[in-house]
């Protein structure tokens, strides 16, 4: 019996052949001509004014920090249930995250807690589409306009997923995504700085470019560049970009698969959620998601470490995640819980992943599936 892993790199087939035609145009550097068509496929898939590859998804973050103007002493309001990059950006500013409770069916910051949170210091609100299912975005939009907020999507698990027919990622000032080896389009290490307001453009290009103006220099804007502004370097090989351009290629192809998968677990532990017995995902109507993810929550902490084990004994590599940013050794000296833990810390007790990538076999999922129904059984 092979153990079937959490997770799985995609591969479609043709990223070789891709990067191939990068090392023999003798352009590996960042912005060769994959980089340029990953960038204007993202934006014309969905609907944004500009898109830059990134060489994370934490660095895409960093860029929107940055973007935002923030700094020491300004305060930035965020989950605690996320990844340590969602606060790292904030920190690099000098500014100070400020963590706040989660919704217990999404697993998203819960919008109704935002604005008690809000100070005078407070000038960013990020909203992190926990498993690519999207926050409540017109409310979190309401609240950034009334108290002229600026607002970044960490939407790293959320490439393909919509809120009311809008791509994740184009709602807010800045979109953020991921393309490391876990997400569900990947170039090893890499992301994209989704950019939704035109005068964030040109400020974007140079930050990533070392401070230069090269962008408009190539454009012949200008007849030669320079140092314009503070920047860092956040450009990815092109090798990489053209490893996912083939991803990009096949975007429907992976989000049905992993769709499929996502709705073969569901619909196999619904009776069981029905009787009680675990929590499963909940989806609201105005958001389609792409199965970035397929969680169950258990009844409590003893309950999930017996349930990942048993998965474990049957070759099924079960995972959970995250420890709450605010209770991390260093979420507690960088940043702030404000409110009540109500749910951050208890949801996140019981929450645990299953085997979800693209190409999981019928007969594999099937294996995941019986054990958890024999666990319950
Ligand atoms: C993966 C992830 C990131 C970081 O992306 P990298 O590409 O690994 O740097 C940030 N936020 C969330 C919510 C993520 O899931």
Redesign the pocket.
Known sequence: MTNIPFNTPPYVGTEIQYVQEAVDAHKICGDGQFTKKCNAWIEKRFGAVGALLTT???TA?EMAALLCGLEKGDEVILPSF??S??ATSIVLTGATPVFIDIRPDTMNIDENKIEAAITDKTKAIVA?HYAGVSCEMDTIMDIARRHGLKVIE?A??GVMSTYKGRALGTIGDFGCY?F?E??NYSMG?G?ALVLNHREDLEPAEILREKGTDRARFFRGQVDKYTWVEYGSSYLPSDMLAAYLWAQLQEADRINENRLATWNAYNEAFSPLAAEGKLILPTIPEECKHNAHMYYVKLKDLRQRTDFINYLRDRGISSVFHYVPLHSSPAGRRFGRFCGEDVYTTSESDCLTRLPMYYGLSAEDRGRVIDAVLSYFA
């Open positions: 994370s998804g934490t973050l996320t990844f990059s969602t992190v960490d790293a698990q991921s490391h876990t997400k290490e992301g």
